[in-house]
């Protein structure tokens, strides 16, 4: 699968972004799919997670309340929209997506695709 992500960039504290990820191939109403990050000098991490239908998802503590992921099927897309930004969110978001039955793993390497990475800047 070919995945490329969007929607990155500059914002200020307190502010919203949206990011997408569209997926090539023919299986993306099977994937499980996830955002993830990675700050400098950090381990990336799992910010949210949605099952393959869509009616599960998954957020890392950090975004409870902030982020929403969701999915768009017919037009293999998957959204990350973030309010409320601080600059504690400021990494490189990857999409990934994952083979496997829901939950989604926590461990980046048990997912099987991976997008390039967009970079999101929050200033204070």
């Known amino acids: 699968e070919h995945m490329v992500e969007s929607g990155g960039g500059f914002v200020q504290a307190g502010g919203s972004l949206k990011l997408s990820c569209t997926v090539s191939?023919?299986?993306?109403?099977?994937?499980?799919m996830g955002w993830f990050r990675q700050a400098p000098g950090k381990e990336r991490e799992i910010v949210a997670g949605?099952?393959?239908?869509?009616?599960?998802?998954y957020y890392a503590d950090s975004v409870k309340g902030r982020f929403t992921i969701s999915r768009d099927n017919a037009k293999n897309t998957v959204y990350l929209q973030m309010n409320s930004l601080k600059p504690e969110d400021t990494a490189v978001y990857y999409c990934?997506?994952?083979?496997?039955?829901?939950?989604?793993?926590?461990?980046?390497?048990?997912?099987?695709?991976w997008g390039q990475g967009t970079q999101v800047t929050v200033s204070s």
């Open positions: 990934a997506a994952d083979r496997s039955s829901w939950p989604p793993s926590a461990d980046p390497s048990g997912f099987d695709y």
């Open positions: 191939g023919r299986t993306f109403g099977n994937l499980v």
């Open positions: 949605i099952s393959s239908s869509g009616f599960r998802t």
